[in-house]
């Protein structure tokens, strides 16, 4: 299967002006966890999710360092975790220049980006345009969909039948 089986289309972004508060009503009002950001032409940016939430000023939860961190991290980092804690605008707090995959990217290799970045989401992109977006929910359904497919086992499946469709099965993959 590929991204464009799976994907979800109808994408709600977000431009870099919007508030904080709008994403964040839009987000829980949706029942989102995360916010694709594009320009006027609707050319991908960033993303903006609930992880950008978390070292907020707002919550006494912005990033406190001892001086000698202060002095190792350097003035560029501090100065971006400030604008990060106290931003007022998407575009000031979301990740930048998101990992992205195609419509025709195998869903294998999804996985493993999401597992390997740690994300929750990845947008699907075709050049710099964003056309949809894969989230774990996606393969939640998929997975629910095609389990619905597969015939349940017969209560008489002996161990010999599922050990011979187990072995079938690694040998494919293989």
């Known amino acids: 299967m590929r991204a464009h089986q799976i994907m979800t289309q109808q994408v709600i972004t977000v431009g870099a002006d919007t508030s904080i508060v709008e994403a964040v009503n839009t987000m829980l009002q949706l029942h989102i966890s995360g916010l694709p950001v594009v320009d006027a032409a609707g050319k991908l940016i960033g993303i903006i999710s609930e992880g950008d939430f ?8 912005s990033r406190k360092r001892g001086r000698w961190l202060t002095f190792l991290a350097g003035a560029d980092r501090i100065a971006a975790d400030f604008v990060h804690a106290h931003g007022r605008k998407v ?33 699907v992109v ?9 989230t774990r929910a996606d393969f939640l359904a998929t997975v ?8 349940s086992p017969s209560p008489s499946a002996d161990d010999d039948h599922i050990r011979s469709a187990v072995m079938a099965e690694i040998e494919q993959a293989a």
């Open 144 to 151: 629910a969909d095609l389990a619905r497919e597969i015939p």
């Open 126 to 134: 075709r050049g710099d345009r964003l056309v949809g977006i894969v």
């Open 91 to 123: 575009g000031e707090i979301m990740t930048p220049d998101p990992v992205t995959v195609t419509e025709n990217t195998p869903l294998d290799r999804v996985a493993q980006i999401m597992e390997s970045e740690n994300i929750k989401r990845v947008p």
């Open 54 to 61: 978390i070292r907020r000023a707002e919550t006494g939860t």
